[in-house]
């Protein structure tokens, strides 16, 4: 029992900074959304784009964002299903509704 006492002030401190943190960077929007959670992957020269970009032999773009052929479908299972490589994200990560705005975003037309 002891030990709950002394852990909870660092728990608390730990919080204290966390908390205004997570309310700064809560991104807007698809394209907020996916720089949060893809790019790091999926941005420009990142992992999976080189990857892609090997399985593809330039047939298509390596960046799942310059693609045109990209369905909210495929986005929505490479999102909720474990694959090597990529994890697969749960709802207490992104919610069914940020999903949806992450698939709107890619199987959107951006410009094309
Ligand atoms: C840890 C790195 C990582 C993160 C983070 C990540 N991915 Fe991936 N993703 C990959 C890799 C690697 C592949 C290729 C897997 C394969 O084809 O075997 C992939 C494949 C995909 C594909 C399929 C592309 C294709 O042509 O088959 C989609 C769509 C995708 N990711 C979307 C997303 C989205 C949306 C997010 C953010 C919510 C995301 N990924 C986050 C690594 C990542």
Known sequence: MKHK???????LTAMAFVTPCIGQEAPVGG??????WCSPCHGVGEAASIFLDKKYQGAIPGVIEQRNDITRE???LRIRTQIPGMPAFRP???TDMEVSQI???LAGDKGK
């Open 74 to 76: 495929l986005v929505t």
């Open 31 to 36: 394209q907020g959304l996916f720089e949060k």
């Open 92 to 94: 207490t990560e992104l």
């Open 103 to 105: 698939a709107d975003y």
């Open 5 to 11: 006492t002394r852990f909870a002030p660092i728990f």
